[in-house]
């Protein structure tokens, strides 16, 4: 077997994986009868980063295993392909988080946030884990004089 093929062979793996390989994984990619020693595909990968070492690409050797990827100072112009695309927010949320801000937090009865849509899209924000705790000091407060907001 011919080094070319191995690195053919390594190439392609790296590019197809979509994750990092071991060289013993590489290995393994050959046939049973022509598999090359662990020694030919790091000197394999080995030259396969010396071509690749003036290009817009390169090897990298991770803890995980080697693996392609694009050299850092391409980064920027790569960057271009995903643009960033603001949050978008149903209707259904933006209505919870406008009677939340009218009404003040935390809701004055159970239900109250819910009521438009009936959803329940933030448990966490709309109901918190400690809710008797709320309730025993809004009892505490409506005793001492004060005036719920809610």
Known sequence: ???????????AALLAAGKPLQAAELVELFDEGSQPPVQDIKAALTALM????????????????FRIQVRREMANEISRLWPERPARYSRALLETLALIAYRGWPPGRPGTAR???????LPGLLWPEDSRRI???RRAQSHRGYQSTV
Request: hydrophobic share 30%; charged share 25%; net charge neutral.
């Open 1 to 11: 077997m011919n080094e070319s093929h191995i690195r053919n062979v390594i190439e």
């Open 135 to 137: 309730a025993a000091t």
């Open 115 to 121: 009521a438009p849509r009936n959803h329940s899209r």
């Open 50 to 65: 010396g071509e690749y070492s003036n290009r817009g690409i390169e090897i990298k050797e991770t803890a995980a295993g």
